[in-house]
């Protein structure tokens, strides 16, 4: 049976509906496509781990200086919990939490502004996306199979393989006059054996990976509740997955606002040419934290900005 249900969010602070697909058709992951129509069109699995979700997101027209409220419109199909056993769906309340975080705006966003009064670099980068967020994988459990995935090849060839598997493995489902394919959940995933384009190392890690969703190692409210360094060690156990992944996976997959990746190398270099540093200062560790630390509490958010001003000079370099 599915159920369909609707969720209304009242950002804190700025928030554009229109910057976050902006972004996700940029993002190679999502190999998202423009809708016309002002419609953002999602399908993931749920964070109960076996439930599989088509959602239509919209922002109603901001009235003054309040930012316009974002309506969600989704669907919530159950699956097995085990063997051919049809497990209860996602609740609505959960399925809602998983949209927000989605789009962060289970964030307060209310000071995000206030950093630029400080900060001339980071006024700078609002005034080039503005009311853009982090838009995070729709969970840890996709974000860490990203990782798997696109480890050294392309990503553009990671892409098609993740759209591939949804294809063949994924919940086929309709939103909004459109139809989507949701990433297979843990339990599809750990049964899948044919994968064209990966290596077997890769799937037994992706295997290794479905495990440890099931097991709660990749709920995002327990990652973000844990101390960073803690999150990010216990990430870095995970077949496949070293300091580079457990990062993207912390902040992009739980959504964590406030966590500065050491190990982001390009990120490093658009920060050393936004502060007007010298190249070498690009790997001065101590020095960039020192300046990201300004950012708090927003640091995942402020690093977001730095890697799109990064995207968009080398499209137009």
Do not use: N
Request: hydrophobic share 45%; charged share 20%.
């Amino acid at each position: 049976m599915t159920t369909v249900a609707s969720a209304a969010f009242a950002p804190s602070g700025p928030f554009s509906l229109a910057a976050s697909a902006r972004f996700l058709e940029d993002f190679t992951p999502a190999s998202y496509d423009e809708a016309a129509d002002g419609t953002l069109r999602l399908a993931f699995p749920a964070d109960d781990g076996h439930s599989t979700v088509a959602a239509a997101v919209r922002q109603e027209a901001a009235s003054g200086a309040r930012t316009g409220t974002v309506r969600a419109e989704f669907t919530v199909r159950p699956g097995s919990a085990s063997g051919d056993q049809q497990a209860a769906p996602a609740s609505d309340s959960a399925v809602r939490a998983q949209l927000a975080r989605i789009l962060s705006l289970d964030v307060d966003g209310s000071g995000f502004p206030g950093l630029a009064d400080a900060d001339p670099v980071v006024a700078g980068l609002m005034a080039d996306s503005p009311g853009l967020r982090p838009v995070c994988f729709h969970s840890p459990y996709e974000a860490a199979v990203w990782s798997v995935i696109g480890r050294r090849i392309r990503m553009t060839q990671a892409a098609t393989i993740k759209v591939r598997f949804a294809e063949r493995y994924g919940e086929r489902l309709q939103i909004a006059d459109r139809t989507l394919y949701a990433f297979p959940t843990p339990p599809v995933l750990s049964t899948v054996t044919l994968a064209p384009g990966l290596t077997g190392l890769k799937l037994e890690q992706l295997h290794a990976l479905a495990e440890a969703a099931t097991a709660g190692e990749l709920d995002a409210a327990r990652l973000r509740a844990m101390p960073a360094d803690d999150a990010l060690a216990s990430l870095r156990t995970l077949p496949g997955i070293g300091p580079f992944s457990a990062e993207l996976i912390l902040i992009r997959g739980a959504g964590h606002p406030d966590v500065f990746p050491l190990h982001e190398r390009r990120l490093h270099a658009s920060m050393a040419d936004a502060y007007g540093l010298g190249e070498s200062d690009s790997g001065d560790m101590r020095r960039l934290t020192e300046i990201a630390d300004r950012w708090k509490p927003y640091r995942s958010w402020v690093g977001l900005l730095l890697r799109v001003r990064a995207e968009q000079k080398a499209q137009t370099d």
